[in-house]
Structure formats: structure tokens, C-alpha cells
């Protein structure tokens, strides 16, 4: 017969009455013996497991390649070396053509490096004059709104074709007196011609791609060609609003639109809105390749709408933003053929 459970009883930590016993563990088994059990792992008694063993130690095929490859670059450096050392120290043509080579070299990385840093500095800009643009706009400060809107202008006053609207909209910045109507003036006249220039790149990259890729015959060509048209895609929305960037710079426009994009499930929304818009008894009828052709046209205009909202120097308020809806539709209605 079992012992009756014991019941329930309240103590005081600092009872000097309670007394623990420390020949027992936590679980109530000897200490001795968990003593006993830690020994016999530390001596070799457990043995660990395929995956512990994966675990441990030094990646020894990481090693390797980094090893050679430090290797190859080394030799190549050497070769480089020996190559301009003879050269120059010969005292003829060779000489002089060598050294004229290599200066012309120099020069060149050094225009490409401050190329970089300048295009870097361009979209560093857009992104100031956006957050000084929302903070205006919910602190309510008039003198802070026309500085800003004085940027807008400024930004704009030598694009060829945004002439005139920077020319109405200083003069009609003397009419407007309520706070953020300024910002929406400005948002109305500059900034959405250059948003609806930046829907057709976007309509325009989104057709190439789902038509590439419904084409390609092999699909490492369409996955190349996918991205050199979105990193293509990001430059051109960065050079519309007046950012120019560099390798570099579209390099960190790309990760600040794949963080957006994860950020608020992009790649789940552009499966959901093909579904949508085709239909999924079409989906079924469709063959393998105008599938992904449709998903990567779709992701392409998800990519380009977010790098819109992205480079854009001014949020939206005025202006209604462009629709992944409406852009993935009018993106893929050539491959469908629809009307």
C-alpha cells in the first residue's frame, strides 16, 4: 500500500528549525551518485553523438579553401610584383609605358572611390530630408515645413522637365498658410510627375522579368537576369529622385528594401496577390515556366514599389502611393495576354 501524498506546507526561508539535506539532489537522488554519473561522462563513459562531434572542432574544408585561396591571391600578388618591378627597372619604353599604366590606374580607383562615397553621401541625403519631412509634418512647425519644402525645390531646380513645376510651386508658396499644406503643394507639383515616371520603370523592369523568365530556357539564367534587373531597377528609382548611386550605394538601397520587404512579409504578399490575380484555376493551367514567370514579375514590381517608397524624399500624403495591385496587373497582363 502506497504512502498517502504529502500535504502542502508553508515555511519561512530563514527558519533556523528547517534543516536540508545535502547528501541529495534537487531531484532526490544521492549526491553521491550524480557525483558519481558527472564523473563517468568527464572520464569517457558517455559517448557523444554524430551530431555533437559534427559540432565540435575546426571546420577542417573551410580551412582548406580559405588556405588556398590565400595561397592563389598571394601568388598572383607576387606575379604582379615581379612583373612591375622588371618593368620599371628597365630603362627604356617598357619603363615609362609601365609607370604611365600604372598611375592611370590609380587615378581610376581613386575617381571610382569617390564615386562611391559621393553616391553614398546622395542617398544618406534623401534619407535626412525624409526624416526631417516627418518630423515637420507631426510637430506642426511652420519655419521647419517651408525649409523643407525649400529643399524639395532646391533638389529639383536643375532636373530638365521639372522646370516649370518647381516654377509654380514657388509661386504659389506665398498663398499657402496652413500648416502642412505647404509639403502636399510641393508633393502635388514635384513630386508626382517623378512618381509616375517611377511606376513605368517599375511596370517596364516587371514585364522584362516575368517575360525572361517565362522564356529562359535555363533557369540560372532567368535567376541572373532577375537580379541584375532589380539591382538595375534600384538604380534607376535612386538616379529619378536625385540620389546617383554607386555600386555601393545600390548595394545598401538593396538591403534597405530586402529588410522592408521582410519586414512586412513582401515575398508571402507577391504569392497571395499572384494567386489573387490570376486565379487559381488558371495557376493549375498555367505551365511551370509562365508560373514563375507571373511570381518573379510580381516580386520584381513588390520590389520596385517598396524601393519607390524607400528613395522617395518625401513620404506620402498628398499623392496616393502606387498599388502592388495595379502595377503587378498592368506588369503581367502581356504574358497572359490580356487586354
Do not use: C
Amino acid at each position: 500500500m502506497s504512502a498517502p501524498p504529502r500535504q502542502p506546507r508553508v515555511f519561512a526561508p530563514d527558519d533556523p528549525d528547517l534543516v536540508v539535506d545535502a547528501s541529495r539532489d534537487i531531484d532526490g537522488a544521492p549526491a553521491e551518485a550524480a557525483a558519481a554519473d558527472a564523473g563517468a561522462v568527464e572520464g569517457g563513459a558517455a559517448r557523444p553523438t554524430l551530431a555533437e562531434l559534427g559540432r565540435r572542432g575546426l571546420r577542417w574544408g573551410t580551412v582548406l579553401a580559405t588556405a588556398l585561396a590565400g595561397a592563389a591571391a598571394l601568388g598572383v600578388v607576387a606575379w604582379l610584383m615581379g612583373f612591375v618591378s622588371v618593368a620599371l627597372a628597365r630603362n627604356d619604353w617598357i619603363d615609362w609605358a609601365t609607370l604611365a599604366l600604372l598611375l592611370t590606374a590609380a587615378f581610376a580607383a581613386l575617381m571610382i572611390v569617390l564615386r562611391e562615397l559621393i553616391g553614398l553621401s546622395r542617398v544618406a541625403r534623401l534619407g535626412r530630408l525624409k526624416a526631417d519631412i516627418a518630423a515637420a509634418v507631426a510637430g506642426g512647425d511652420a519655419r521647419q515645413e517651408r525649409a523643407a519644402a525649400r529643399r524639395i525645390a532646391g533638389l529639383y531646380r536643375g532636373r530638365r522637365g521639372l522646370a516649370w513645376n518647381v516654377r509654380r510651386f514657388q509661386d504659389h508658396v506665398g498663398d499657402v498658410h496652413d500648416p502642412g499644406e505647404l509639403l502636399a503643394l510641393a508633393e502635388r507639383e514635384i513630386m508626382a510627375p517623378l512618381d509616375a515616371e517611377a511606376r513605368r520603370l517599375v511596370t517596364r523592369a516587371a514585364k522584362r522579368v516575368a517575360t525572361v523568365t517565362a522564356l529562359s530556357p535555363l533557369p540560372a539564367i532567368a535567376v541572373g537576369y532577375v537580379l541584375v534587373e532589380n539591382l538595375r531597377l534600384l538604380r534607376m528609382l535612386a538616379t529619378l529622385y536625385g540620389a546617383r548611386p554607386g555600386y555601393a550605394g545600390a548595394a545598401r538601397l538593396a538591403r534597405m528594401v530586402l529588410g522592408h520587404i521582410v519586414a512586412t512579409g513582401g515575398v508571402a504578399m507577391t504569392d497571395d496577390l499572384v494567386g489573387q490575380f490570376l486565379g487559381q484555376d488558371l495557376i493549375r493551367r498555367l505551365s511551370r515556366r509562365l508560373g514563375e514567370g507571373a511570381f518573379n514579375g510580381a516580386l520584381t514590381a513588390r520590389v520596385g514599389v517598396t524601393a519607390l517608397e524607400v528613395v522617395r524624399p518625401m513620404p506620402f500624403r498628398a499623392v496616393k502611393p502606387p498599388r502592388l495591385r495595379d502595377v503587378a496587373a498592368e506588369a503581367l497582363k502581356p504574358l497572359l495576354g490580356r487586354k
